[in-house]
């Protein structure tokens, strides 16, 4: 069983920047699809951005050319980088791992971002 811990989140002010971190309990070297989900307060969970095991990623179009999600797999470790944050990108922010081969998906439990002046 995949335990994903996510880590990172705060409190920033509107224009600032926030790298999350997704630790994984195990490899999740070429066989994992990750993707980072966000849930803003009576709101649906939304697919932010995601990255194949080869490497391809995308994002939703309203974080496009602000976030970046990258993966280290000898660390085990999948990132998000958001840079010029808005209000609108306050939410809890969940790390999701799926396995190619079997389907089986694994959730973290979040980490709070607010943004605020």
Do not use: H
């Amino acid at each position: 069983q995949m335990q994903l811990v996510e880590s990172g989140g705060g409190l920033v002010q509107p224009g600032g920047s926030l790298r999350l971190s997704c630790a994984a309990s195990g490899s999740i070297a070429a066989i994992y699809d990750m993707a980072w989900y966000r849930q803003a307060p009576g709101k649906q969970r939304e697919l932010v951005a995601t990255i194949r095991s080869g490497g391809s990623t995308n994002y939703v179009d309203s974080v496009k050319g602000r976030f970046t999600i990258s993966r280290d797999n000898a660390k085990n470790t999948v990132y998000l980088q958001m840079n010029s944050l808005k209000p609108e990108d306050t939410a809890v922010y969940y790390c999701n791992g799926r396995s190619e081969i079997s389907g089986n998906q694994y959730w973290g439990q979040g980490t709070q971002v607010t943004v605020s002046s």
